[in-house]
């Protein structure tokens, strides 16, 4: 089945500072989703993004189909940033099932 | 706007005895829905995933089984807990067609 790596697995960042997070895909995918989860385990949904480039206020995310991998861009980091950020994206071969492969996470850590 | 509930939040129920869990939609017709689990400090696995009533499809051997009785409602299901069906299971819609998919707050169940 499909692979998602994500790096980095753990980061420590001080408050204020920008981070770059990878998704790496082993083979195709469609519905690209990035997420949060909080310390509660609720998922918070960040970005659909299935290729392309897209902001919301100091988030971003740019995802390269075509070569298997997006980045979410972390600025200017709080430390309510803090939690497991993972990627999860439908391998193409599933057709309109919307089944999810997730990454195993990058956890953050944004220390004041 | 469209939510999903789960019940119970938390469960903790000894080996052997049997499970129900319940996921509901609102503000939706006719979504896609999927069952994940989280283990500790690990990604979510998709476990099933329904694309209408009565439409059940699973992802992987296990001593856990879905129904969905309803449009809107998607039960998990075991006769006889194991161990190692301890974790954090959260439950998932989208529209048909497999586009974002919006998860629930989740269950956090305990074997022992």
């Known amino acids: 089945g499909i692979q998602v790596e994500q790096s980095p697995p753990d980061l420590i960042l001080q408050e204020g500072a920008n981070s770059t997070l990878r998704c790496n895909f082993s083979?195709?995918?469609?519905?690209l989703q990035w997420f949060h989860q909080n310390p509660w385990g609720q998922l918070i949904n960040l970005f659909y993004?299935?290729?392309g480039t897209k902001q919301n206020g100091r988030l971003s995310a740019t995802t390269v189909a075509t070569e298997r991998y997006s980045l979410l861009y972390i600025s200017s980091s709080q430390t309510t940033d803090s939690g497991v950020y993972f990627c999860?994206?439908?391998?193409?071969?599933?057709?309109?099932?919307?089944?999810?492969?997730f990454g195993q996470g990058t956890t953050l850590q944004v220390k004041p | 706007s469209q939510t999903i509930h789960q019940w119970p939040a938390t469960l903790v129920q000894p080996v052997g005895s049997p499970l129900s869990l319940e996921c509901t939609v609102e503000?939706?017709?006719?979504?896609?829905l999927y069952w994940y689990r989280q283990a500790a400090g690990r990604g979510l696995q998709l476990l099933f995933y329904?694309?209408?009533?009565?439409?059940i499809s699973s992802e992987v051997p296990q001593n856990l089984s879905a129904s969905r009785p309803q449009d809107r409602q998607f039960i998990l299901s075991s006769k006889k807990l194991l161990l190692s069906d301890s974790g954090f299971y959260l439950c998932?819609?989208?529209?048909?067609?497999?586009?974002?998919?919006?998860f629930g707050p989740g269950t956090r169940l305990t074997v022992l």
């Open positions: 329904s694309v209408g009533i009565g439409q």
């Open positions: 999860a994206g439908t391998p193409s071969y599933s057709g309109n099932t919307g089944k999810l492969i």
């Open positions: 998932a819609w989208s529209t048909q067609g497999g586009n974002e998919q919006f």
């Open positions: 993004i299935p290729s």
């Open positions: 083979d195709s995918v469609n519905n």
């Open positions: 503000g939706t017709s006719n979504p896609n």
